[in-house]
């Protein structure tokens, strides 16, 4: 892999990890205000059904375009810094083999990972989605998976892993923003998969040097689940209700895919940022300092999820 400095990859001086760290802890602060502010509205209207499992998806999009907007003025960025959209198509090709890698076949080990936390006296909690009968799916691809994909992917792949990027370099931004794009997340049964993809979304981005296979990527997980779950082709296992043979087959070449893409990524003769010792020291500790608010409070949540509260 090639190296080189921010300099030489016209990173903006405005860029720095401590603004990674104040975009993921504004970005929770607003959630949970928002999500507090329509639970209140719900319970006092005593509303139900599909609208308010829209609105809890929304609350999500909503915080992180505020906190995107306050992030951005607050720190003079440029869009086309933290959000760059111009890639050659082979980038998109291998967003299709990563998404088909990791679909069916990490899954498989997230699924693992779910089976030993049982075995330890966790129980899973069920994910709650509107009807997926008839337009039921079209708009739950709109609000869990289209609208998700951009607002994440520009908070998390954009915003984030640009500026930790330029304070950190380029291989502990991609883990450090995997970290946190899990946490947000506050699922105890989804971290490792959310962490994978938080991961290799970053090295897509960086690799590519554009936001948009990444988003594309999001999307096609987020969408190819809802279809799935829609024509009930999932088993309560998470996987795909077929003959074993085909699914075996199917386990095989997606891990190939998935594989192959990530080799892929990491020979790219695209090139990464590395930052001096120093420089990486302060950009570590103003990632954590300025981001030790959102961490904290995601920390918790999570703690509180894995003993079912």
């Known amino acids: 892999m090639l190296y080189n400095y921010r300099m030489n990859l016209n990173l903006g001086d405005n860029l720095n990890a401590h603004k990674a760290g104040m975009s993921f802890s504004a970005t929770v602060a607003v959630y949970i205000v928002v999500s507090l502010i329509f639970s209140v509205i719900i319970t006092s209207a005593g509303a139900q059904g599909d609208g308010v ?8 999009p909503i915080a992180i375009l505020c906190a995107s907007a306050f992030a951005v003025w607050q720190g003079r960025m440029r869009i086309n810094e933290i959000a760059p959209v111009k890639c050659r198509i082979r980038y998109c090709l291998i967003a299709l083999l990563l998404i088909f890698g990791l679909l069916f076949s990490l899954s498989y080990l997230n699924g693992a990972l779910i089976s030993l936390l049982e075995l330890c006296g966790y129980t899973p909690r069920e994910s709650s989605l509107p009807s ?3 337009w039921g799916l079209l708009g739950s691809i709109v609000v869990i998976a289209v609208i998700p994909a951009v607002t994440e992917e520009f908070m998390f792949r954009g915003i984030a892993f640009h500026n930790a990027q330029a304070g950190v370099g380029t291989v502990r931004a991609i883990f450090l923003t995997g970290f946190i794009f899990a946490l947000y ?17 970053a090295l897509l981005t960086a690799r590519s040097g554009s936001v948009i296979p990444a988003m594309v990527v999001h999307f096609l997980n987020n969408a190819v ?7 009930n082709l999932v088993t309560d296992a998470g996987g795909l209700k077929v003959a074993l043979w085909a699914e ?8 190939l895919c998935l594989v192959g893409a990530v080799v892929w990524l990491i020979f790219d003769k695209k090139q990464l940022v590395r930052t001096e010792k120093e420089q990486t020291k302060a950009g570590l500790k103003g990632f954590f300092v300025w981001g030790s608010a959102g961490i904290f409070v995601m920390s918790l949540i999570w703690i509180l999820g894995l003993f079912g509260l």
Do not use: D, K, P
């Open 53 to 60: 499992l829209y609105v809890n998806y929304l609350c999500s």
């Open 132 to 134: 997926l009968e008839g």
């Open 185 to 201: 997340h506050g699922s105890v049964e989804q971290t490792l998969y959310q962490f994978v993809c938080g991961c290799l979304f």
């Open 225 to 231: 689940i809802l279809v799935l779950t829609a024509f």
């Open 248 to 255: 075996i087959l199917i386990i095989v070449l997606s891990a």
